[in-house]
């Protein structure tokens, strides 16, 4: 009954994931093709992250409501570092996107020319290879693998625990502590942009010359601080309790880590794709104008097919009416 409780739990957590973020990757791919702007790509680069995160969850739903069986080694074992790999890349993506972020207000007028798109291209590359070393590194060195008669595939069912201490240490915690930094240092910007304001409205200039960017730099602190806080208290838990659980082996059970924390885990891969479409006013407004061009298909559609009940869609003189406006 537990088991087919977590299925569920997972089925529509993985739903939602990828549900979203196929909608902001497809909002994401208009704006790159609209404004061209760099910094979009490491945001659809999180979007596909997150959503390759939902497709490998799917592969574990089967395994909750299934007959208990006992799957060979190998396939248990890269069926969690396909998940690992993935989680890795979502978490490398918020990376970038920080730093993004951070380079975007530390050199506002050098911006787009340090931001190329042969640079987008490495940085990301580099990410995926991460990624890989990171999620595969059982499967390279099969050191880190558990010989395990489980019924089901599971993190400490085919891992050493000395794996996740290691994915720990190398990858969440440096990783976190460079958000903690980018986030001082962006505070640190904001404040003192928020200071010249001050000065210039006291001197009485601010009407004529507006300190420019200090909207957006704002706007993009409160992005990243929010994300940041959403990714420490969706992962730090399942981190800190792998490490006390590999360290205390009876302090902790893996039942706990792997069917809550986890789940917890899982969960910031459905808040990035709301966070961004609710926070930044260009992928918002360009929600908008999807959801709006394809209510008017839909009306449209509708009202042919009321008109001419017996007629097929490709005979109506107004289907060069179903363009979307952008």
Request: hydrophobic residues 50%.
């Amino acid at each position: 009954m537990a088991s087919s409780a977590l299925g569920t739990i997972l089925a529509v957590l993985a739903s939602l994931i990828i549900t979203a973020n196929v909608l902001v990757a497809i909002v994401l791919l208009r704006l790159i093709q609209k404004s061209g702007y760099k910094g979009h790509y490491f945001v659809l680069n999180l979007a596909v992250a997150d959503a390759m995160v939902g497709f490998t969850v799917m592969g574990l739903v089967t395994d909750e409501f299934s007959e208990p069986f006992y799957p060979p080694q190998i396939f248990c074992v890269l069926r969690m570092a396909f998940v690992t790999f993935s989680s890795a890349a979502s978490i490398l993506s918020l990376t970038l996107v920080a730093c993004d972020r951070h380079l975007a207000i530390r050199k506002p007028f050098h911006y787009l020319q340090l931001v190329t798109g042969l640079r987008v291209g490495v940085q990301l590359v580099g990410l995926w290879l991460l990624a890989t070393i990171i999620g595969f590194l059982p499967v390279f060195a099969p050191v880190f693998q558990r010989i395990s008669a489980q019924e089901k595939c599971s993190f400490f069912g085919v891992f050493q625990p000395t794996y996740m201490l290691t994915v720990s240490c190398i990858g969440f915690f440096p990783a976190l502590f460079l958000f903690i930094y980018l986030y001082c240092d962006m505070l640190k910007i904001a404040s003192v942009h928020v200071q010249h304001i001050r000065e210039v409205e006291h001197v009485g200039l601010a009407g004529s010359c507006p300190p420019p960017h200090t909207t957006s730099d704002m706007k993009a602190l409160r992005t990243v601080a929010i994300l940041i806080g959403c990714f420490a208290l969706s992962w730090l838990p399942f981190f800190i309790a792998s490490i006390v659980q590999t360290v205390c082996t009876n302090c902790l059970t893996y039942k706990v880590i792997e069917s809550y924390l986890w789940l917890l885990g899982l969960c910031n891969s459905l808040l990035n794709p709301l966070l961004y479409s609710c926070w930044q006013k260009d992928v918002r407004l360009q929600f908008s104008q999807l959801a709006a061009g394809i209510k008017r298909r839909v009306l449209l559609h509708l009202g042919n097919r009321h008109r001419f009940p017996g007629r097929g869609t490709k005979s109506l003189p107004t289907v060069s009416c179903l363009r979307l406006q952008d």
